[in-house]
T-cell receptor, first 111, second 109 residues
Framework: NAGVTQTPKFQVLKTGQSMTLQCAQD?????MYWYRQDPGMGLRLIYY???????DKGEVPNGYNVSRLNKREFSLRLESAAPSQTSVYFC??????????FGDGTRLSIL | TQLLEQSPQFLSIQEGENLTVYCNSS?????LQWYRQEPGEGPVLLVT?????EVKKLKRLTFQFGDARKDSSLHITAAQPGDTGLYLC?????????FGTGTRLKVLA
């Protein structure tokens, strides 16, 4: 009964390093999302994938890339991390006419 | 740009008190969702409201969608410590969801 699984849970990077956040869902949802959550800002949509093979920009896509590897997996890549990207990142699946289900987040600090 | 503003930002109350949280926008939403988030976890959906004027109840929680579908409220009756958490509203066009800034509720025993 995993739902949405995110890895890693915590990560510390240096400015300029790259990394990929992984997300997998086992609910057979077509749509998947990446959000970031900052204090006082709520959740902001970075990218979403309405269905396998498609991706689209959300509200704050700059500095990020995504890959919808298959129906289950949706990854988020930071090519050159910046301190402004320090945040908690959430992956979600579902939406549309279905509720969104969220993972437990990845806490990312960039020094 | 669609925005969702929530009020109050913070609320600390005693067990047994009632409270109302508001979610307001200048834009019309086709549907609006309410989530609760606990520390270290992702948000969990509480309810989705779709029709203007709609009222939904979930035990001690009552959700209302404004007639014009621009605002919503969450009322908690006889709050309990287990209600403590961050309450988020969200709406928007399909897939491009907008989240409010949240109301952080603390219920003291």
């Amino acid at each position: 009964n995993a739902g949405v699984t995110q890895t890693p849970k915590f990560q510390v990077l240096k400015t300029g390093q790259s990394m990929t956040l992984q997300c997998a869902q086992d609910m057979n949802h077509n749509s998947m999302y990446w959000y970031r959550q900052d204090p006082g800002m709520g959740l902001r949509l970075i990218y979403y994938s309405a269905s396998e093979g498609t991706t689209d920009k959300g509200e704050v896509p700059n500095g990020y890339n995504v890959s919808r590897l298959n129906k289950r997996e949706f990854s988020l890549r930071l090519e050159s991390a910046a301190p402004s990207q320090t945040s908690v990142y959430f992956c979600a699946s579902g939406g549309g006419n279905q509720p969104q289900h969220f993972g437990d987040g990845t806490r990312l600090s960039i020094l | 740009t669609q925005l969702l503003e929530q009020s109050p930002q913070f609320l600390s109350i005693q067990e047994g008190e009632n409270l109302t949280v508001y979610c307001n926008s200048s834009s019309v939403f086709s549907s609006l969702q309410w989530y609760r988030q606990e520390p270290g976890e992702g948000p969990v959906l509480l309810v989705t409201v779709v029709t203007g004027g709609e009222v939904k109840k979930l035990k001690r929680l009552t959700f209302q969608f404004g007639d014009a579908r621009k605002d919503s409220s969450l009322h908690i009756t006889a709050a309990q410590p287990g209600d403590t958490g961050l309450y988020l509203c969200a709406g928007g066009p399909t897939y491009k969801y907008i989240f409010g800034t949240g109301t952080r509720l603390k219920v003291l025993a």
